[in-house]
């Protein structure tokens, strides 16, 4: 069995990115598992080139430095021959109609004028993305399953039309863990995409920054602590935050603190060291191009030669060369 999961680089990477996903991705990782940072998909909407190419690269360093083994990490622009081609073949496979049905398409071009053309393909690139690697399961939220479907189809389609290359793949839901919400504003969940970063802890945040972040969080007016996420989500998220970085309940956690001073500082306590060593491991990475370069190239190279095979099946199959 093998998995497919991607990061898009349109922020820096912040704690819930990380209890959400990277740790997991490290606990659970499989031996044919591929993780990618993938920028490519951060250009579907207005996007700065210099600033994309900075998040793309520091993104790598956080998930190497994170745990995930580098061999089965790759930053997909590096594949952007493979994928370029191999979307081609799915675009000539997929109909207006499919791609114009994506509800996300729909949302994000609603009222928009100059909407870009890949904000309406990307869902295809992203069937290249999970088809070239031959990945089965792909876990995603419910804002990406109707894109899996979409691989699933398109996948099934060409098998059936030209010959079997594709594996077809599925959707699987991740395991459920905590939302992490935004400090500032626990109504929204924490985003890489939010412009306002006074509620964001990001992984590369030094410790005093974590903190004041953490101290400034929005809470409520009451004086006990108690879990209850619906009436009191600021403390909630607090808790769970804590609960999630010392493997506790959040309502153990809400019985071991007496005041919010005490337990914001045990959440900044927490987080700092939680968070330590990946910022560490990263800012060594960064500060070394030349073995980030490395790293990333072999990376690439990895996947790219996974997937050599079907690119080449699919496209002597579809009447190309
Ligand atoms: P964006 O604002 O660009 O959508 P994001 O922070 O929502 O950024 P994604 O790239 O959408 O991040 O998601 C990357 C991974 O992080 C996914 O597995 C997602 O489920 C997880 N994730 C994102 N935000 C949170 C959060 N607040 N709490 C827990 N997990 C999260
Ligand atoms: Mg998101």
Redesign the pocket.
Same mark, same amino acid.
């Given at each position: 069995m093998s998995r497919l999961s991607g990061?898009?680089p +349109? /922020?820096h990477v912040?704690i /819930?990115?990380y209890? @959400?996903?990277l740790q997991r991705w490290v606990a659970e990782g499989g031996e044919d598992d591929l993780y990618f940072v993938s920028d490519l998909h951060a250009m579907t909407t207005t996007h700065n080139p210099a600033k994309l190419r900075a998040l793309a690269g520091e993104q790598l360093a956080v998930l190497i430095a994170a745990g995930i083994p580098a061999e089965r990490i790759f930053v997909q622009s590096d594949l952007a021959r493979e994928l370029g081609a191999l979307t081609w073949v799915l675009e000539c496979t997929a109909s207006f109609g499919e791609a114009a049905r994506m509800i996300q398409f729909k949302e994000k071009s609603k009222g928009q004028a100059g909407v870009r053309l890949s904000l309406l393909t990307y869902p295809v690139l992203m069937a290249a993305d999970i088809l070239l690697q031959g990945a089965d399961e792909v876990p995603v @939220?419910d804002d990406q399953r109707q894109h899996v479907e979409l691989a699933r189809a398109l996948a099934r389609r060409f098998n059936g039309t030209y010959g079997e290359v594709f594996t077809v793949p599925r959707a699987v839901l991740?395991p459920t /863990?905590? *939302?992490? *919400?935004d400090l500032a504003d626990p109504a929204r #969940?924490? +985003? #890489?995409?939010?412009r306002d970063s006074a509620g964001v802890v990001f992984v590369l945040d030094e410790p005093e920054l974590i903190r004041r972040k953490v101290r400034r969080a929005v809470t409520d007016g009451q004086s006990t602590l108690e879990y209850r996420p619906e009436d009191r989500p600021g403390l909630a998220n607090l808790l769970e935050i804590l609960a999630a970085c010392t493997g506790a309940r959040p309502e153990e956690v809400a019985r071991r603190h007496t005041s919010y001073g005490e337990l914001k500082d045990a959440v900044a306590d927490a987080v700092i060291e939680l968070l330590r060593p990946v910022r560490e491991g990263a800012n060594a990475l960064l500060a070394d191009p030349a073995e980030l370069d490395r790293v990333r190239k072999a990376g690439a190279a990895r996947a790219a030669e996974r997937g050599e095979h079907r690119l080449q099946s699919a496209l002597r199959l579809i009447g190309a060369g």
């Open positions: 990061i898009t +349109s /922020g912040h /819930g990115n209890l @959400g996903a @939220g991740p /863990g905590a *939302r992490i *919400r #969940k924490m +985003s #890489k995409s939010t």
